[in-house]
T-cell receptor, first 112, second 116 residues
Framework: AQSVAQPEDQVNVAEGNPLTVKCTYSVSGNPYLFWYVQYPNRGLQFLLKYITGDNLVKGSYGFEAEFNKSQTSFHLKKPSALVSDSALYFC??????????FGTGTKLQVIP | GAGVSQSPSNKVTEKGKDVELRCDPISGHTALYWYRQRLGQGLEFLIYFQGNSAPDKSGLPSDRFSAERTGESVSTLTIQRTQQEDSAVYLC??????????????FGPGTRLTVL
């Protein structure tokens, strides 16, 4: 069975510093990987996805993520954090013929 | 443009009652998903509709849960004989349906269900 883990419930980072939100997965085969963001009092929004090709995926709002097959990771990164990036971030994995599995979420707090 | 809408935004009900949650997807989106988000937990897949194909109901937690979709538009999630453990935010998402479940999903604001 596929699974996805977000090992940090919360990540705190100072504004202007680089940020990383971690995601690891466990699947048999080649996964499709997604990041979604949930701003306060708003619905989930798609950030980026890895399907195939270049391991470095660029997405919305300056975010990017790197697919690392050997480490089974898909960490979300941004070079310079903004206060407005403070939100709840979800990683998700999908394997063909199985349903999408979401992680439990990581709360990102960017401190001014 | 109009996004995915859900109603009601909040629903408080008594244990044992039935509830209906509604989702209006983005026009033209053939795929529609329902998820459940319990407090402090990730999203739990419930059901997936794709066009006229038979829905993927593999995530429904019990036979008290059912969902219908009218053509490629409105969907209703019904929970019968609600239990306190059904309390959660129920999220609906739609996608163009061009690439199956790897499509970008567009989420509604959710319905917060509280079962007393």
């Amino acid at each position: 069975a596929q699974s996805v883990a977000q090992p940090e419930d919360q990540v705190n980072v100072a504004e202007g510093n680089p940020l990383t939100v971690k995601c690891t997965y466990s699947v048999s085969g080649n996964p499709y990987l997604f990041w979604y963001v949930q701003y306060p009092n708003r619905g989930l929004q798609f950030l980026l996805k890895y399907i195939t090709g270049d391991n470095l995926v660029k997405g919305s709002y300056g975010f990017e993520a790197e697919f690392n097959k050997s480490q089974t990771s898909f960490h979300l990164k941004k070079p310079s954090a903004l206060v407005s990036d403070s939100a709840l971030y979800f990683c998700a994995v999908y394997m063909p013929y199985q349903k999408v599995t979401f992680g439990t979420g990581t709360k990102l707090q960017v401190i001014p | 443009g109009a996004g995915v809408s859900q109603s009601p935004s909040n629903k408080v009900t008594e244990k044992g009652k039935d509830v209906e949650l509604r989702c209006d997807p983005i026009s033209g989106h053939t795929a529609l998903y329902w998820y459940r988000q319990r407090l402090g937990q990730g999203l739990e897949f419930l059901i997936y509709f794709q066009g006229n194909s038979a829905p993927d109901k593999s995530g429904l937690p019990s036979d008290r849960f059912s969902a219908e979709r009218t053509g490629e538009s409105v969907s209703t999630l019904t929970i019968q004989r609600t239990q306190q453990e059904d309390s959660a935010v129920y999220l609906c998402a739609s996608s163009p349906g061009l690439a199956g479940v790897t499509d970008t999903q567009y989420f509604g604001p959710g319905t917060r269900l509280t079962v007393l």
